[in-house]
């Protein structure tokens, strides 16, 4: 096994990763995480696989807490039960979590491949920030998706209809799929994904979010 670090981008993956749940495997092609009620899951495939064993975190924040004492990044060797975090003469002993106390991430992928989608769309970086920044204002439990004519209305709302506050917006370009029959919503409590553009896939169950930085999320859905 040969000592490795962790690039700018893959840090800000784990960081995201560990606002979906602290605890996770952390495997030598990718990471991967779902959360306490598996109603969000996220994948991020390294674009080269590192030479080590694969190795638990309870408490991913603090993992990258230890990372951040260093002054450069370090490099991580993987023992038997702890990692071995150095950066010239400066050394941390970081104890791992055996793998059967942590969540298991399934195969989502490959069952996704079957579900038929009544939307598929391409949602730009700063439409996402929009919906970020009108959620957070509003306190809004969901964001809702409908098929109108031609359009993608996008809805955040506590309930389609309702006297609480909301605010709409329109997709009208990138649209691959636009056959929704009634309207779905996903749950904002879900909502983690990282800013920027994402083609997107969904169903009245589940929806797939593929950011171009190679980061996958999929959220369930319910109508």
Do not use: H, R
């Amino acid at each position: 096994m040969t000592p490795f670090s962790f690039d700018d981008k893959t840090m800000k993956v784990l960081a995201n990763f560990a606002s979906i749940n602290p605890s996770m495997i952390i495997q030598p092609d990718k990471l991967s995480v779902i959360n306490n009620t598996n109603s969000c899951i996220g994948f991020y495939p390294f674009a080269n696989s590192y030479d080590f064993e694969e190795f638990g975190l309870y408490e991913a924040p603090e993992f990258l807490s230890a990372l951040s004492v260093f002054d450069t990044a370090p490099t991580i060797d993987v023992k038997d039960k702890y990692l071995l975090i150095s950066s010239k003469e400066n050394k941390l002993k970081y104890f791992t979590t055996a793998k059967n106390l942590l969540p298991q991430v399934p195969d989502v992928a490959t069952k996704f491949e079957k579900v038929k989608c009544g939307l598929e769309f391409t949602l730009s970086a700063d439409k996402l920030a929009l919906i970020n920044k009108i959620s957070s204002i509003l306190k809004s439990k969901y964001i809702f998706f409908e098929t109108q004519k031609k359009k993608i209305l996008i809805t955040i709302a506590n309930e389609l209809e309702s006297s609480n506050n909301s605010y709409e917006l329109f997709i009208e370009d990138d649209i691959v799929t636009n056959e929704l029959s009634e309207p779905v919503k996903i749950e904002l409590e879900n909502f983690k994904i990282l800013p920027g553009e994402y083609k997107i896939s969904l169903s009245s169950k589940i929806s797939k979010w593929s950011n171009l930085n190679g980061t996958t999320y999929y959220l369930a859905c319910s109508i």
